[in-house]
């Protein structure tokens, strides 16, 4: 579907509320853990992994010497991540980081962003160039366990949100500023991915951008807008069917969570805000949730 965010269809729209108040910079990479009933979610720039209790109110973070830039839960202990330009499994009881396989050495100005784990245990996570913002040198990875990383997509500009349909036959990827989010045939065993076509197109002339994403369990694709403030709702066929708006513009990622999987929570960032607009939207960097009236499914751990 191509769509106009100035002039988008009227379709149901639901607001979301202020769960944690907080200043991150880039906030992304909502996590929900089930095992503990708590969100984790990253400010990137600041190197952070946080974890939020929704029943204390509890926000407790863990601060790295590196950017984090995506979490994903392991089957074992711990999580998965993408820090700068590695993967590394962390432990948030020890603080442990583990380093492993490095990406794009030989390009200094890329740096990982999104990443997401496929309903086989495989970790996803592409990257992009941020110094020269949109630079089509960035690609996504397939990292299947230490020691065996394939490149899937290359000629990527910004590597954002990742998705997979209930059944898993259909993966989602947003390539941010081609301003467009692809589906592809998936290959569940082999991970393979073909037959490339464009599920959400953004007019470029709107300055809106897709991010992060994730799927319902009715097989519906929730799509970040940024510079919107919307999360957008599209059917398997990419047709917009319902909205959920907060405060801040700059909305990043979004994932179902609670008892429930009934909770959708939304990251925000202050990321290329001024001091003006930040000014006018304090709540800019803070997480937010909603109950949109549909479920999610659990994320599957990493199983490398």
Not at 112 to 125: T, Y
Not at 280 to 299: I, K, N, T
Request: glycine share 8%; aromatic share 10%.
């Amino acid at each position: 579907m191509k769509l106009d965010p100035r002039d988008l269809p009227a379709v149901p729209t639901l607001a979301a509320e202020l769960v944690h108040r907080h200043d991150s910079i880039l906030g992304e990479s909502p996590l929900w853990e089930e095992r503990e009933q708590v969100l984790y979610w990253v400010d990137i720039d600041r190197g952070q992994i946080h974890r939020f209790n929704p029943a204390t109110k509890e926000n407790t973070t863990h601060t790295l010497p590196t950017k984090v830039t995506s979490i994903a839960r392991r089957k074992g202990r711990g999580l998965i991540t993408s820090l700068r330009k590695n993967f590394a499994f962390f432990d948030p009881v020890s603080g442990r980081v583990e380093n492993l396989d490095t990406v794009e050495s030989d390009q200094p100005e890329n740096r990982f962003n999104d990443g997401k784990v496929d309903r086989q245990g495989r970790f996803w996570a592409g990257t992009m160039n941020e110094v020269q913002i949109g630079r089509p040198d960035a690609a996504l990875y397939r990292f299947d366990r230490p020691g065996s990383v394939t490149k899937m997509i290359p000629e990527v500009t910004i590597s954002n949100g990742t998705g997979w349909s209930p059944d898993g036959r259909t993966m989602y990827y947003t390539d941010t500023l081609r301003h467009t989010v692809f589906a592809y045939d998936f290959e569940p065993v082999s991970g393979a991915i073909s037959n490339r076509r464009p599920f959400l197109e953004i007019d470029p002339a709107s300055e809106g951008l897709p991010d992060g994403l994730t799927v319902d369990a009715e097989g519906f694709v929730w799509s970040a807008l940024v510079n919107y403030g919307r999360m957008l709702r599209l059917d398997p066929a990419g047709n917009l069917e319902r909205m959920v708006t907060f405060p801040p513009t700059r909305g990043t990622c979004c994932t179902f969570g609670g008892p429930d999987y009934g909770d959708l929570y939304i990251t925000t960032a202050r990321e290329c805000l001024t001091a003006e607009q930040i000014a006018a939207q304090p709540l800019a960097g803070s997480l937010f949730r909603c109950r949109p009236g549909v479920h999610g499914l659990a994320e599957t751990p990493f199983a490398g």
